[in-house]
């Protein structure tokens, strides 16, 4: 058992070791790389085989959700029409640790025949595959972690590792928000999570309303018919205050013979429209509170959401 263990821990500080080197000694052609990306009008295609080309569908999946458009092209896929994917205006990344995959040749022709730069990722520097490049981003020769040392395992990690930091750099370069993002990602908890409140709030026809002179007993009846479990205390059209239902155990003792401002909590945490369904879960947390009202900058109130529309929602 300490053996496996060990061999575990060996082969995840070996290929740490390799990032950090690649990191260290970046491919000189990376920020041209980007550079030309940026510059380009057509789309990023990623091919390879084998582990390459898995890897290789990754970093395409990565750039097209991060504002790359990008596609995958399965190199022996791509001799038997899909080499039609690759048009004038593109930038291929082929993906090959030897430099020398055989099923990269008929793409290497397509690419020189219309004039598509290629940026090569492989640690063979004098391969064939890299001195076809226009880029070449060149892996440190760092050993494979498996038993036998062919199985890609560390030189895949570098790949895919060097596909991140091209689309992060790309996603920096272009200004790439939390906006972008949200419209990529519309589906899942991520996308949930990137849904304004705006867009899940209700408005303020349904929100639980009173004045601070009103009698409790009305207030009871507004908050009631409301389903919140709350009152927002408005006063000259601005939110003061809030009536949670702790506010009424704290004041149970005659209850009913009081107004509104005698027992409500001044000054409640009110939040934007725009804010992201993830901030407000985060506020609700700090906060302990399970209603947040929703104002505009002069504290006017807009609107008013449960902690349980945003569980509805996929939020949390």
Do not use: W
């Not at 080499?83 to 008929?106: F, H, P, Q, R, W």
């Not at 867009?199 to 349904?206: E, F, I, R, S, W």
């Amino acid at each position: 058992m300490n053996n496996i263990i060990n061999i575990a821990k060996k082969a995840l500080r070996t290929e740490a070791n390799a990032l950090i080197k690649l990191a260290e000694n970046l491919p000189p052609d990376f920020l041209s790389l980007v550079d030309a990306i940026i510059e380009s009008k057509g789309r990023v295609i990623v091919a390879g085989v084998g582990k390459s080309g898995h890897i290789g569908r990754k970093i395409s999946a990565t750039l097209s959700s991060t504002g790359t458009p990008s596609y995958f092209v399965h190199a022996s896929e791509a001799s038997h029409g899909d080499m039609g994917m690759i048009v004038e205006g593109d930038i291929c990344i082929l993906i090959s640790n030897s430099g020398e995959t055989a099923e990269l040749s008929n793409i290497l022709n397509h690419l020189k025949r219309f004039s598509i730069p290629l940026a090569a990722i492989s640690s063979e520097p004098n391969s064939t595959l890299m001195q076809a490049a226009n880029f070449t981003l060149t892996l440190p020769k760092e050993p494979e972690v498996c038993s036998i040392g062919m199985a890609p395992t560390t030189s895949t990690t570098m790949m895919l590792a060097l596909g991140d930091a091209l689309a992060v750099s790309l996603m920096h370069k272009r200004d790439f928000g939390t906006e972008q993002f949200q419209i990529f990602h519309p589906g899942g908890k991520l996308g949930a999570q990137m849904v304004r409140i705006r867009d899940l709030m209700y408005g303020t026809d349904k929100m639980p309303k009173v004045a601070p002179e009103t009698p409790m007993r009305e207030a009871l009846l507004e908050m009631s018919s409301k389903g919140f479990g709350y009152a927002v205390v408005v006063h000259n059209k601005k939110v003061v205050g809030v009536i949670s239902d702790g506010d009424l155990r704290r004041h149970i003792d005659n209850l009913l013979d009081k107004t509104v401002g005698e027992i409500a909590t001044n000054n409640p945490i009110t939040v934007s429209a725009d804010i992201f369904a993830s901030e407000a879960i985060r506020i609700m947390n700090t906060h302990k509170i399970g209603v947040l009202i929703v104002t505009d900058k002069d504290n006017h109130p807009k609107g008013i959401f449960h902690i349980q529309d945003l569980l509805r929602a996929g939020v949390a």
